[in-house]
């Protein structure tokens, strides 16, 4: 509590003194606690929050009535949002509860995100376009229910300029014609996995949406016909084409005689793209800043490429995973590449230490390095790295067996600034590594999964030093129990994201330090024997932002645990249940209980009936997005409970 003094000399400060603190503070629990101070900081919490993610539907009307200064609404987490939703919203949503100025909170508002809103119509969407005259970007990314007639609805917003449409699965030729059409003004567009597009929608699209700077047509059918329309767009800046089937080298010919403006390109996964194409695209854009040719080369990097990447004096990110290079390669990269700031080798043949080495010789200003599964890389590598490349933060070497606590010594004495690190499956990984390792206090992600020659000792380590770490992934790393846990608890506050599974040491006592992490949303804890109902209610009690549980496998939790969970996990997204003893009584409870499920996973569970499962799944039909279930249940629940799910928008997977 401030004391009456403090409060008065806080109190003293002008309104815009108050605006500019509150805009100082990032995160949101800070501020959460900015407006729990005084009725004085609440306002101005309310008059300055432009904002807004609702975790939870039915505190809508109110939240939008607290702010009616909104100019980013998000409502990913709100999958049940449907057109009466929305025409209630708009209509008794005012700056008072009798007002009748309708939908006055949409006045301002530019931008919108309604992902995964399977239940919103055309009727829905058609209401907001037209009470929202300054909206500029839309994300309807992931609506099932969304295809033509929703995009001729949503083209009545005549202002946008960004427009999300990905996996949207109905959406056709048709729907894309009215966005383009009524759209005219996008500038950024995103068409991933709309699988019913061709040719014809993007040739339009092209023509009447000159002002695109970003396109994304990664997953489609599209030919080379599509490139040679996107060639056009002379404003394009970003191109996405992953895992296009269907263009080749002939097609990217087009983009180098075309788009004067493009910086960045993605051909990862074309499986008709090769070093050929690649010149081209170099070749017509000396001045391209990141090219992704990912798992699209399957020979070597040719000399001719390697001479026309001479002339990429500007280039900063180059991802090539899955090519076979040689060491020449990383000296002619080196040499002429040197702003880099970012290099993906994944899966590469023929990266070696002397590679490495050359490369970072030159290109010190590395910042991101992928070298997950180069198997040939050893603690010489990863000390030219630590020496050279001062700057890094991320750094993947999944599965480079060969790295020691000597790599990692270096890791901790030259990177400091390094804020992610994968080390799964890398077995020679130890305490005395983690030691080291633990001297970057930026560490913020930590992936140690297989990392069997750990134990309590080095995650203290990290415990104690890593104060900033929000993922942290132990799988199977046997040798962790309890104490390492408690270490964590006591340093990592800020952990969002956990992996714990098949960590057979850990009890109740550790998920009662689990507990202690009140910012914990992920947690995985697969296959934990030695966990009770008891460890279950201290996680669900202390971790009241858990988004997403794993627990399959943990067959000696009770009743009691889940109890805990369907009364104070409300914020729970995604379940795995699968192999728990849970009871009818309590699979009942927990999917109608947490109102924000939206994926449930509940394959065998042994104390369960077919009554008790379908019960279970009427609790829950409503809002529940995927579920999967035990294969011969398909011939024994009722047609009604599947037909109700079929038709609400669920994905059953049968297992």
């Known amino acids: 509590m401030l004391s009456f003094q403090s409060s008065k000399n806080v109190l003293s400060l002008t309104e815009d003194l108050l605006v500019r603190i509150y805009e100082l503070l990032a995160a949101e629990s800070d501020r959460k606690s900015f407006r729990l101070v005084c009725r004085e900081f609440r306002r101005i919490d309310t008059l300055t929050r432009r904002h807004l993610r609702v975790i939870r539907i039915e505190f809508l009307p109110i939240l939008l009535r607290k702010y009616p200064r909104l100019q980013s609404l998000d409502l990913s987490a709100c999958p049940r949002i449907d057109d009466g939703v929305v025409s209630l919203l708009l209509t008794r949503v005012g700056p008072g509860s009798n007002s009748p100025i309708l939908g006055h909170w949409a006045w301002g508002l530019k931008s919108l995100v309604l992902s995964r ?235 070696t230490n002397i590679g490495i080495m050359r490369l970072v010789s030159a290109c010190i200003n590395l910042r991101v390095l992928n070298l997950t599964c180069c198997h040939s890389i050893t603690d010489a590598a990863i000390s030219a790295i630590a020496y050279s490349c001062r700057s890094l933060v991320c750094l993947k070497v999944e599965s480079c067996n060969m790295i020691t606590e000597k790599g990692l010594c270096q890791l901790g004495s030259f990177c400091l600034l390094l804020e992610e690190i994968d080390l799964t499956d890398c ?48 799988y199977r790393c046997t040798g962790i129990g309890d104490d390492g846990l408690e270490a964590l608890s006591n340093g990592c506050k800020k952990l969002r994201k956990l992996n714990l ?22 947690l995985e804890m697969r296959a934990l024997h030695k966990i009770t109902g008891v460890g279950l209610e201290a996680v669900a009690v202390g971790c009241k932002r858990l988004a997403d549980l794993d627990m399959k496998h943990c067959e000696k939790v009770g009743d009691s645990g889940f109890w805990a969970l369907a009364y104070y996990s409300k914020n729970l997204r995604q379940i795995n249940l699968s192999y728990c003893g849970i009871s009818d009584m309590a699979l009942c409870m927990v999917m109608g209980n947490l109102s924000r499920l939206q994926e449930a996973k509940l394959v065998h569970l042994s104390n369960c009936t077919v009554e008790g499962v379908e019960l279970a799944l009427r609790a829950c039909c409503v809002r529940i997005k995927k579920v999967k279930l035990f294969a011969p249940l398909r011939f024994m629940l009722s047609s009604e409970i599947l037909e109700i799910l079929h038709a609400r928008g669920c994905i059953i997977r049968w297992d």
């Open 117 to 351: 809103a399977t239940g919103l119509r055309f009727s829905g969407l058609e209401m907001l376009a037209r009470a929202c005259p300054c909206l500029e970007s839309v994300d309807v990314s992931y609506c099932c229910g969304f295809g033509d007639r929703e995009a001729a609805a949503l083209s009545s917003a005549v202002g946008l300029r960004e427009l999300n449409m990905d996996k949207c699965l109905q959406l056709t030729d048709v729907g894309l014609a009215k966005i383009a059409v009524g759209c005219s003004k996008l500038e950024k567009l995103s068409l991933k996995w709309c699988m019913e597009m061709t040719d014809l929608g993007i040739d339009l699209l092209c023509k009447k949406c000159v002002d695109l700077k970003y396109l994304d047509v990664s997953y489609l059918k599209v030919t080379n016909e599509s490139l040679h329309s996107i060639a056009s767009l002379l404003k394009l800046e970003v191109l996405g084409l992953m895992a296009c089937p269907l263009i080749d080298d002939v097609g990217l010919q087009f983009i180098e005689r075309g788009c004067p403006s493009l910086k960045v390109i993605d051909v990862s996964r074309c499986e008709g793209v090769s070093s050929s194409g690649l010149i081209f695209v170099v070749r017509g854009h000396r001045n391209l800043l990141e090219l992704n040719a990912g798992y699209c080369l399957s020979q070597e990097l040719s000399t001719a490429l390697l001479h026309q990447m001479k002339n990429l004096n500007h280039l900063e990110v180059i991802r090539i995973d899955g090519a076979r290079i040689f060491e020449t390669s990383f000296q002619v990269i080196s040499a002429n590449c040197k702003s880099l700031v970012e290099i993906g080798l994944s899966k590469c043949l023929g990266v």
């Open 501 to 522: 599974s098949y960590c057979n040491e850990v009890s109740d006592r550790g998920l009662g330090y689990i507990g202690r992490l009140e910012e914990l949303s992920d």
């Open 427 to 474: 077995c020679g990984v130890n305490d005395k590594g983690l030691e080291y390792l633990s001297r970057c206090s930026e560490l913020s992600c930590l992936k140690l999964g297989l990392c069997t020659n750990i134990s309590n000792k080095g995650l203290s380590y990290i415990g104690f030093n890593c104060l900033k770490i929000h993922e942290l992934d132990l």
